[in-house]
């Protein structure tokens, strides 16, 4: 019987193994492992005259905190721009125009931000997405694939909501998955957020990371953002 149950775990550890051996999937939606594909570090580019329409709807937000609440919550959720109200204070010709400037908002390519990506196997369980130059910050962070979380050295980043993010989102239409740490310490608040995903029109990979800190008092400590776009795996017709 000793002998029976000594080979059955034998089985049961030699095909865990295999299965967490293999490329993860969620992650090989996008890259394939050990294939070094070609990346930028990028920035969000909105048009300065756009400031002006942000300014405008602080002061409508600050003017009436409970209309504004409600009249943002009529553009969706990952749409910043409301809906059009003449409380807003501008006239509808306006409105139009800043709408426009939105529309016009693009990633740019940070100077130096030219980086390479690779997706590489570190142990039977753990994956890393190895990133050159500036966007070296994401290669500390460690993925399990047994369960389906990232590791920091802040601690682990669990999975949250899918990102289905429409073309009126800050980032324009992009699709993906998310991870997130939060400690909401007495000292220092915390909040690390890593996601990878790909662009409505499929053409780039985008990997985000976000490091935020605050002290006990609300004092900023950290505030880090790095967006990477990549040459992502083709997808399948």
Partial sequence: MKFFTSVCMAITITASSLIASETPAILAQYLEPNKIVKGEVVKLDIPTEFLKFRELLKQ???????????????????NPIPPFDAKLGITKTEYDAYVALWEKRTYKRVDGGEV???LQKETVDEWVI????????VSLLKYIVSKDQFKSSNGTLVRIEDIKSPKESIYREWNGQEWRYFNDGDLVKTKENIAIG??????????IYSLQELSGKGSPLADDLLMIRFVPKKLKK
């Fill in 116 to 118: 390479h990506v690779m």
């Fill in 198 to 207: 790909r662009t409505g029109d499929g053409r780039y990979g985008l990997l």
């Fill in 130 to 137: 190895n990133v050159s130059g500036k966007g070296m910050p």
């Fill in 60 to 78: 409508a937000q600050e003017s009436d905190p409970e209309w504004f609440k409600k009249h943002q919550a009529n553009a969706g959720k990952e």
